[in-house]
């Protein structure tokens, strides 16, 4: 059974940096692409992040790309959203995923396998 935590959400003011951080257990970390979503209050969850199991290749939502990064540590069974220049539509649940990926990096929430329980970040005006 896989198991993801989430970790490193909190309150932060607009243009601050929050580090995300999600632990995955109970398989090998390195079959899964990993990904980063986002669900604010009233809204769907949408893609935030992604990479590939090998960290080969990742991608990001035009929100933002540029302003933050997804990197993973295979040995410590950990993936990271650094995001920098925080704005106040950024606040959201942030949830990671995982999905069994051989190559590449998937997009669509429902794809995704297994889901940790979310990390609040609120981002202050």
């Known amino acids: 059974q896989v198991h993801l935590v989430e970790s490193g959400g909190g309150l932060v003011q607009a243009g601050g940096s929050l580090k995300l951080s999600c632990e995955l257990s109970?398989?090998?970390?390195?079959?899964?692409?990993m990904g980063w979503f986002r669900q604010a209050p009233g809204k769907e969850r949408e893609f935030v992040a992604a990479?590939?199991?090998?960290?080969?290749?990742?991608g990001y939502a035009d929100s933002i790309k540029g302003r933050s990064f997804i990197s993973r540590d295979n040995a410590k069974n950990t993936v990271t959203l650094q995001m920098n220049s925080l704005k106040p539509e950024d606040t959201a649940v942030y949830y990671c995923?995982?999905?069994?990926?051989?190559?590449?990096?998937?997009?669509?929430?429902?794809?995704?396998?297994?889901w940790g329980q979310g990390t609040q970040v609120t981002v202050s005006s």
């Open positions: 995923a995982a999905k069994v990926l051989t190559t590449g990096w998937e997009r669509w929430a429902n794809l995704y396998d297994y």
């Open positions: 109970g398989r090998t970390f390195s079959n899964y692409a």
């Open positions: 990479i590939s199991r090998g960290a080969v290749s990742s």
